[in-house]
């Protein structure tokens, strides 16, 4: 494939959210897609689930999802989240709104349920061929194409390219190979804290047990948990620690049942009670690491092209991770699907030179949201902040818009976004210290009178 | 091999400049030492050199060095460099010394002369085995030890490990192994400029074309090329130059003989007449990239460690990139032969610990230091600040030192060094508000008497 699309013949490797969506979308458009995935066909009956916090998907990713035909779809398996929902070590409740219009709602979706979902759409259209089991170990960057080990067969296979997409996730083969390349920037960030998957079952009555619409938070300084709504009436928490901590409570430190009681009652009193498998969650899942991914560039030449996780991934603080993978997906197939007389090497530079700044501003993002969430949102002085940003929009809608909601409830670039947050901000800050100076001068001339 | 150092064993991956000292410094201390290298014997017929800069060997290089009874040898193959000499496009030259005493001098040293030595000295004490062409593919991590590929014979052998120290540069295959441990964070980064070499042969009476005793810069803001001597007469060119750029000259401008000599005539119109193979050295040579590589933590339990560019690549601004590798070997050393009864696990900690945050430190004043030799060196302002630094110092020789002079002719730790260096300046800069406060009142005072 040099130059000139003249193939017509795309190879994605990975069928998670990222390179099932981008099937899709390039079937739909009429290439010839093969699909390469290291696990199993989740419609089969032994699949192994990967990574399963779940995912709160909101404007980005239902644009994406609405041009292959699947908004409406993935909106019925969701369950919406108007605003979080903090818990005290007393137990009081404190809600705010994520948003500032009443459409303005996160939606918890099941990572499972839309990956099943993406995989059937794009397997619906007859030029996309999915082929399972098939391990990537790394990529051709000569001539392009990966090499590929069958499991079961222990047989390795050769593909050749076309247009290679590396949607492999964070520890991406394509990606790997690509890393060998003389002026390849690349680097790996793993966070101090690591997370832990537990879980509250339906209520007796099979309803949620908790407030449905809202996304609960208890915030702890230097650790949270948090817990996202499912369909079946159930939470998926997730605790957020630190591996190691010499000053408070740690992963390291929770050894045994009777510490991990003790921690859960003591910071977590209104959840215990609803976590009767607490325990044996704790013991039984793994602890899972957090890890920032920046690269450059997501392309070489016009043979590979890396999506989502397998270039950026970012912590899950801002929940944008599915969001920007699909924001990829959407801008790529953008690129090759308006533009098919193009050169490919030139329209992947452009979708590199689009999305890398904004993906950067979103992993920093994304990391200080972490600080914000298990530390601010327990304080009063950000509540008052939220609450002068909804008054600041109310007062003048168009003037200024919540960070928060434009990264979550508009499609402006992230940068973007951060820029004109901090433009509102000074502005804001302008206004009030001329107000200031006007009081001042009208008190000082009514003392003068 | 596991807690204490029962067997006594080393394995070191890489007979480079790093690798050769530390089999030199184990080796004498008793302990058993293999020494893999993938390229061949550099003291056979065939051997073909790997990179070629010469080095700039200052203090914390030669207390390594004195530390295998080196120091003298190296000496005796060293130019001293008493400070830089720039020259402007007019050519016009000046002189800065680089120190503040006269024994503060920096000795440009052959890297292959001085890898030679090493590998010498390692290779007179018994317990020290060499083992050529050796090709590391990848670590054991689970087993400890390396798959090493022997050249010629195209067979992979298998060595166990021992303690295994990676020595093996910026692309470490045993790095590349632990890159894929979970927690360990990498980051591999480019800059955007490039790098050529050049040289100026010996005068035709064999002396030195140009000054020898110093580290000539032929500063142009956006790039510069450098010139080192060496003990033959001749001098080793390098130009740093961006590989692209729009606004001026680039690498990728650079495409044949008439812009080449162009561009240096324009440029560098003293060297010019002194560079006979310019054009052929120009396109005979390639363009090397320039990466700094950061990663922690540079062990793996008791059974890998990293040392060198293996673990922190710096860009060559500084002068420091072998100093800081030596510095490894010295402290890593130090406390393998201090202590032989600690856990080796917790030795290779403290080996982390003591040195990380100092390398990370270095690695931005290497960025640095390169906008300041290409730009600032050419200014009246840099020159007025070196001066100034210079009678500080004299006024005060204990209580101020030139950063520079405590990077390059003390063993400082470097990030104590930067710290002070940044308490210095504080000092100067509120000592000249007092005298300024003082000398306003004193003014007052005459005037209102």
């Known amino acids: 494939m040099a130059g000139k699309r003249e193939e017509n013949k795309i190879t994605i490797v990975g069928a998670g959210l990222a390179g099932a969506l981008l099937a899709a979308r390039l079937g739909q458009a009429g290439f010839e897609v093969d699909v390469y995935e290291a696990r199993s066909d989740p419609r089969g009956k032994n699949h192994v689930a990967g990574k ?12 994406a ?53 993406l995989i059937k759409k794009a397997d619906a259209t007859s030029n996309v061929r999915f082929h399972f089991s098939h391990k990537c170990v790394g990529a051709d960057l000569e001539n392009g194409g990966c090499e590929f080990v069958v499991e079961d067969k222990g047989e390795t296979v050769h593909v050749e390219g076309g247009l290679t997409i590396g949607c492999d996730g964070a520890f ?23 997370y832990k998957e537990l879980c509250i079952p339906p209520a007796e009555n099979g309803t949620h ?28 928490c997730t605790l957020f620690l630190g591996f190691e901590d010499k000053q408070g409570p740690s992963f390291s430190s929770l050894t045994d049942a009777e510490r991990v009681r003790a921690f ?13 498998t607490l325990i044996e969650d704790f013991f039984d899942n793994p602890t899972g690491s957090l890890v920032t991914v920046r690269s450059a560039p997501w392309y070489y030449e016009d043979k590979f092209a890396l999506v989502g996780d397998a270039c950026h991934a970012v912590v899950p603080f801002y929940g944008q991770g599915a969001n920007a993978a699909f924001g990829d997906c959407a801008a790529l197939g953008d690129l090759l699907t308006e533009d098919s007389n193009s050169d490919v090497g030139r329209l992947l530079e452009e979708y590199f030179d689009r ?53 979550t409830f508009s499609r402006t670039p992230y940068k973007e976004a951060v820029d004109r947050a901090a433009r509102q901000w000074r502005f804001v800050r302008r206004f009030a210290q001329t107000v200031g100076v006007v009081v001042v001068i009208l008190i000082a001339l009514m003392l003068l009178k």
Chains 1, 2 share one sequence.
């Open 52 to 63: 399963s916090i779940n995912l709160a998907i909101s404007t980005r990713g239902f644009h």
């Open 65 to 117: 999802l609405g041009q292959v035909g699947l908004a409406d779809d993935v909106m019925s398996i969701a369950t919406p989240m108007r605003g979080r929902m903090m818990h005290s070590t007393a137990g009081q409740l404190q809600f705010q709104a994520y948003g500032v219009g009443k459409d303005d709602v996160i939606q918890s979706v099941s990572r499972s349920a839309l990956n099943m979902m």
């Open 172 to 194: 991406s083969a394509v990606r790997r190979s690509m890393q060998r390349l003389n002026r390849f920037d690349f680097s790996q960030t793993y966070l101090k804290h690591g």
């Open 209 to 236: 047990a908790l407030e449905p619409n809202a996304l609960h938070i208890w915030p702890r300084r230097s650790f949270m948990m948090i817990a996202l709504p499912n369909e079946d009436g159930s939470f998926t």
């Open 264 to 276: 859960f009652e003591r910071q977590f009193p209104d959840a215990v009670p609803l976590m009767p």
């Open 355 to 407: 999305r890398k700044i904004h993906i950067d501003t979103l992993a920093d993002l994304a990391i200080s949201n972490f600080v914000e969430m298990r530390d601010h949102t327990g304080s009063q002085l950000f509540l008052w902040k939220k609450r002068l940003e909804r008054t600041l929009h109310r007062l003048f809608p168009k003037a200024f818009l919540p960070l928060y909601s434009m990264v």
